[in-house]
Structure formats: structure tokens, C-alpha cells
């Protein structure tokens, strides 16, 4: 049986959605973890307390925006130095404006790439900088999408992103994999999350694109990403290394 005993995991976009069940997993599996989110500690703290009586673990949270390089990487410290090392990192936060293309400002674009790729490169890179120094190896994970390598109309800017995420993870994964870390996606499909609550809940689309893309008959939700998080994480997928693993309900097993 897989499990995380004895190891330390930093979770960002934390509190709540995908992030929060790859956190319940890490925890569930042995993990202390660090949720980081990002103005959103009322609920952070909650769901560590939550986390704490239901595992017995020690999980804690931090507010810091990883879109800025220098908030980021002083995250990433500090959780190491909360939880007295770091092995594992799901690198999760996102975003999701749904944008028609001509209409997607400046700001909208920047807040995108900001929070979608430059995060996973500024938290990425702190983390193997510690992993390495600390001569044990490690994991690291990346939410992309199967928008990495397809579109969809009013999420040009978001597909772009995760598209630069996935890419980013391949290469950390040719340098980083002679210090024993390994660096792989999780590619979710749709996911009913907070982030698109309102699409989700509209019958009319949902029900047809269902029907006409996902084989497993329903949308997805965020335990579903719960054994893709363990798996990755642990020791024995020491050898899977620059992967994808879509949790998508057969979607990108399609034409």
C-alpha cells in the first residue's frame, strides 16, 4: 500500500478545490503539509484544523501571492522551514478568467501567466534548490490541464499558460532527475471547483458536452485528482519522471 509516513509536502492554491484535496491526500498518506493560498485564511485555517483532528498530522498555511518571484520563494522557505525540510510539492494555484480572446486586457493576461506559469517556475525552482541541498531527492508536481495541449474558446489565455506549464515540467525533469527528483503533471479535465461553480451548474451545456466528450458519464471533482497526488508523491514512482497523468474521465482519449 502506498503511503507518505515521515515525509514533508507544500501545497499551493490550498485552501480549497483541487489543491485542498491533493493537501487531504498528502495528509491522509502520512504527509505534513503546508497549505499555501492566498488571501483566504479564514478558510486555510479551517480546513487545517480540519486536516489536524482527521489525520493527526501537522498542517499549517501560509498567505502568500506565488505570482510574485520574491513572495514565492520566501513561501517556499518558510514552509521548509516550518515543516523542517521539504519532499514533496504540488504546485496547483490557478486561475481561470473566462475571457473571449479580443477581449482579454493586458492585466487579464499578466494575471495568468503570473499565477499559472511564472508560480510553477519561481516555486519550482525554490523547491529543487532545497531538495537538492538537502541531498534526498524529492517530488514535484504540476496542475496543468488537458487545455495544455488544446484550446477552448474564452480560455486562450488560460490554455497558453498551462500549455507553458507543461513544457516547463519536462525540463525541469531532464536536469533535476540525476538529484532523484522527479517532476510530473497531473492533467485534470473538467472539474466542477469553485473556479467555474457557474459553468458547471449550467444543465444546458453540461449535460451535452458530457454526453458528447467524458466516457465516465459525469463531471469531474476534486477527489478524483486524490490518487494521481498519492502515486506521483511516493517512493514508488521514483522511476516516473516528465509524465502526464490525465484524470479527465476519457476526454483526451478522443479525436
Same mark, same amino acid.
Given at each position: ?53 482527521? #489525520? ?14 520574491? #513572495? ?53 525552482? #525554490? ?12 517530488? *514535484?508536481?504540476? #496542475? ?36 532523484? *527528483?522527479?517532476?510530473?503533471? *497531473? ?69
Amino acid at each position: 500500500m502506498l503511503h507518505l509516513h515521515g515525509t514533508r509536502g507544500l501545497v499551493t492554491g490550498g485552501s480549497r478545490g483541487l489543491g485542498l484535496a491533493g493537501a487531504e491526500m498528502l495528509a491522509e498518506a502520512g504527509c505534513d503539509v503546508v497549505l499555501n493560498h492566498f488571501e483566504d485564511s479564514s478558510r486555510a485555517q479551517k480546513e487545517c484544523d480540519r486536516l489536524k483532528a482527521a #489525520t493527526g498530522r501537522k498542517i499549517s498555511h501560509i498567505d502568500a501571492d506565488v505570482g510574485n518571484s520574491s #513572495t514565492a520563494r520566501k513561501m517556499v522557505q518558510r514552509a521548509t522551514d516550518i515543516l523542517g525540510g521539504l519532499d514533496i510539492v504540488f504546485s496547483n494555484a490557478g486561475i481561470c478568467l473566462f475571457t473571449p480572446f479580443l477581449e482579454i486586457d493586458d492585466k487579464n493576461w499578466q494575471r495568468h501567466m503570473d499565477t499559472n506559469l511564472n508560480a510553477g517556475f519561481y516555486v519550482g525552482q #525554490t523547491a529543487a534548490k532545497i531538495m537538492i541541498d538537502a541531498g534526498k531527492g524529492g517530488r *514535484i508536481l504540476f #496542475t496543468t490541464s488537458v487545455s495544455a495541449s488544446r484550446s477552448n474558446a474564452t480560455q486562450t489565455h488560460y490554455s497558453a499558460t498551462k500549455g507553458g506549464l507543461h513544457v516547463l515540467a519536462l525540463g525541469m525533469a531532464i536536469e533535476l532527475g540525476k538529484y532523484g *527528483i522527479t517532476v510530473n503533471c *497531473i492533467a485534470p479535465g473538467w472539474m466542477h471547483t469553485d473556479i467555474n461553480d457557474a459553468q458547471s451548474r449550467d444543465e444546458k451545456t453540461v449535460k451535452p458536452w458530457i454526453q458528447s466528450h467524458v466516457s465516465a458519464g459525469r463531471l469531474g471533482k476534486p477527489n478524483d485528482l486524490k490518487g494521481a497526488v498519492l502515486f506521483l508523491s511516493s517512493k514508488e514512482a521514483e522511476y516516473v519522471n516528465g509524465a502526464t497523468l490525465h484524470v479527465d474521465g476519457g476526454w483526451s482519449a478522443q479525436l
